[in-house]
C-alpha cells in the first residue's frame, strides 16, 4: 500500500528554494501537499496585505512545478490535523520558526497529532540555530558585539538548499479557499502606494538581491543613512515573510566576492552582513527572551512615568507633529509600509523621549502598520529605542530631530518628497520651518498652525522632561543604580 502523502506546511518560509521541510519531503519522493493557514489575527494590515500577495506568487510559482498551494483560513494545529485525517498524510514537515506563538503551535501539534503521522520540524530560515550561537558558558548572548563576532568565528553558516527541480504531487487535491476571499488587502487603507513600491514573492526578492548586489551594496557602508537616496536593500519583508532565506542573502554576499571570508570582503559588504547579524541577534534574542516585545529587560526603564497623551499619539502616527523628518518617516510609513532605518530610530525616539510615550504603544502601531513586521526586530530595536533592552541606546541619549534631519537629509530632498507642503522651504530651514522669517515662509506658501503644524511639543524642554523622568525612575530603584 502506497503511504500516504506528505504536508508541508508553511509560515514565513513562503518560497521554494533554501527550504528544507520541502527538500526533505522531495528527497523521500513524497507526494506533497504545501498547506498554508492564514490566521488574521497575527497580521497587521499591511503585513495582510503583503501575505496577499506573497501567496499569489507561490502559488504561481509551484503551479509552474505541476502543484498548487492549498490555502485555509484559521488556527493551524487545528487546520493540520484536519487535513492530515482528510488526505491519510502520513507526514507533516515544516521548517521551525522563533515567534513563541508559532513555537505553540508547534508544541501543540507535536502532542495532538495521532501516532499515524509523523511529524519533523527543520531549520529556520536563519543563518544559525539558536542553541547554535552560545557563550563559553552555554547561555545565550544578550549583547550584540559578542554575538556577531562568536557568528563570524563560527564555520559560516550552511549553505542554502537548492529548490527542488521536481516534486511529486497527490492525486486528488484537497479543497482551498479563494485567496481573495480572505479580504487582507482591503485593512491597510486606499491611500497606499504600497503595490508600486514593492513586489511581493520570492521573484521580487530575487531581484532586490541582484540590484543590491550589482549596484547598491558598494556604496552601502557611506550611504546606508541616508534616507533620501536608495541606499539600502528594502529586503526586510522578503526576509520577514521568508520569500528568502537569511542563509541565501548571506552566501550571495560572499559569493559575490568569490566566496572569500567576511574579513577579506569590501567594507559595504561587510556592513550588509553586519546588518543581517543584527537581524540575527534579534532572532536568538526572541528565542532565549520571548516577552521582548512585551516587557521591558530591564526593569527600571519599565518604571518610568510615560505619559497618556492620545492627542500625541495621535500626531505622531499621522506624521502631523511639526517636527518635518518625523513626519516624512511617519507618512512614508502610512503610504509605503517600511520607513528607513535611520528614520525609525528617529521617530521611535520622538515618541519615547520627546512625547514621553510608552514604546509599548509604538511597537503595536509599527506591528500593524510595516510590510517587514517581524516580532524579533520589532521587539529588539524599540527597546533600544527606549533603552530598556539589555544592549540599548543610553536613554539619556535623546535624538534631536533637527540635527539628525539635517545630517541625513541634507538636500530636504526626503523631507520634500513625503511632506509636499513644506517642498518650497529653503534647504537652511527644510529641518526647522518654525525658524524661517515670515517672508521665507510666506514665499514657500507655508502657513504655520494651518498648512503644516506647529512643533507640537519644544525639543529642548521635552528632551529635560524626559531625563528628569529618568532620573526620577531610577531614584525609585532600591539601589539606586
Ligand atoms: C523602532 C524600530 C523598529 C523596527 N522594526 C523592524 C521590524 O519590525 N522588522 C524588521 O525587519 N526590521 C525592523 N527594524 C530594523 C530596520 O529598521 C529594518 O530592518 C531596515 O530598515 C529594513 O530595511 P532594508 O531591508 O533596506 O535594510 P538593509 O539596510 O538593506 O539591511 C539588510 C537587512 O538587515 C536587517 N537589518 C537591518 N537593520 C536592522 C536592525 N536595526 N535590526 C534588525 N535587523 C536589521 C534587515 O533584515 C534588512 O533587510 C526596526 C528598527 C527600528 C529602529
Redesign the pocket.
Known amino acids: 500500500m502506497a503511504t500516504g502523502p506528505t504536508i508541508v506546511w508553511l509560515r514565513r518560509d513562503l518560497r521554494t528554494d533554501d527550504h528544507a521541510a520541502l527538500t526533505a519531503a522531495a528527497e523521500r519522493g513524497a507526494r506533497v501537499i504545501p498547506v498554508v493557514f492564514v490566521h488574521l489575527e497575527r497580521f497587521g494590515s499591511a503585513a495582510a496585505w503583503w501575505l496577499h500577495h506573497s501567496l499569489s506568487a507561490l502559488a504561481v510559482e509551484l503551479a509552474e512545478l505541476g502543484g498548487r498551494l492549498v490555502v485555509r483560513s484559521g488556527p493551524a494545529v487545528d487546520g493540520l490535523i484536519r487535513l492530515a485525517a482528510e488526505t491519510g498524510a502520513a507526514h507533516i514537515d515544516y521548517n521551525r520558526h522563533i515567534r513563541p506563538a508559532d513555537r505553540a503551535d508547534e508544541a501543540q501539534l507535536a502532542a495532538m497529532v495521532g501516532a499515524a503521522v509523523t511529524v519533523t520540524g527543520h531549520r529556520t530560515g536563519n543563518l544559525f540555530e539558536p542553541g547554535e550561537v552560545l557563550t563559553g558558558g552555554g547561555s545565550p548572548y544578550l549583547i550584540y558585539t559578542p554575538f556577531a563576532k562568536a557568528c563570524l568565528r563560527a564555520p559560516t553558516c550552511p549553505r542554502p538548499l537548492q529548490a527542488p527541480l521536481r516534486l511529486a504531487w497527490p492525486e486528488q487535491w484537497p479543497g482551498s479557499v479563494d485567496l481573495t476571499s480572505l479580504d487582507l488587502t482591503s485593512a491597510v487603507g486606499v491611500c497606499c502606494g504600497l503595490g508600486h513600491q514593492w513586489e511581493p514573492g520570492p521573484r521580487g526578492a530575487a531581484r532586490r538581491v541582484r540590484w543590491l548586489i550589482e549596484r547598491r551594496i558598494k556604496h552601502y557602508h557611506t550611504e ?1 543613512d541616508r534616507p533620501d537616496l536608495h541606499s ?5 519583508p522578503h ?2 515573510f521568508g520569500e528568502l532565506s537569511a542563509r541565501r542573502l548571506w552566501h550571495a554576499v560572499l559569493h559575490s566576492r568569490g566566496d572569500k571570508p567576511y574579513t577579506e570582503l569590501p567594507e559595504g559588504h561587510r556592513r ?1 552582513l553586519d ?2 547579524l ?2 540575527e541577534f ?1 532572532q536568538h534574542t526572541l528565542y532565549h527572551l520571548p516577552h521582548l516585545e512585551q516587557q521591558p529587560l530591564r526593569p527600571r526603564a519599565g518604571d518610568l512615568a510615560w505619559r497618556r497623551d492620545e492627542a500625541g499619539l495621535n500626531s505622531w502616527q499621522r506624521g502631523l507633529t511639526g517636527y518635518p523628518i518625523v513626519d516624512a518617516g511617519m507618512r512614508q510609513l502610512l503610504r509605503l509600509g ?4 535611520r528614520v ?2 528617529v521617530v ?1 525616539s520622538f515618541l519615547v523621549k520627546d512625547l514621553l510615550i510608552d514604546w509599548r504603544h ?1 511597537a503595536r502601531y ?1 506591528a500593524d502598520r ?1 510590510v ?3 516580532e524579533a ?2 521587539g ?3 527597546q ?2 527606549a533603552g530598556s533592552g539589555v544592549d540599548s541606546s543610553p536613554f539619556t541619549r535623546v535624538f534631536n530631530p533637527v540635527t539628525q534631519g539635517a545630517r541625513f537629509d541634507p538636500e530636504g530632498r526626503y523631507v520634500r518628497r513625503w511632506v509636499p507642503e513644506l517642498a518650497q522651504l529653503p534647504d537652511e530651514v527644510i529641518h526647522a520651518p518654525w525658524a524661517a522669517s515670515p517672508t521665507t515662509l510666506a514665499a514657500a506658501g507655508v502657513r504655520l498652525g494651518d498648512t503644516y503644524p506647529l512643533p507640537i511639543v519644544d525639543h529642548a524642554t521635552a528632551r529635560r522632561r524626559a531625563l528628569d523622568a529618568y532620573s526620577a525612575a531610577r531614584e525609585t530603584e532600591p539601589d539606586g543604580s
Open positions: 546606508r539600502t536593500s528594502g529586503l526586510s526576509l520577514a550588509l546588518e543581517l543584527w537581524r534579534a517600511w520607513i528607513h532605518n525609525r530610530m521611535a509604538g509599527f510595516l517587514d513586521y517581524d526586530s520589532n529588539l530595536n524599540w533600544w529605542a
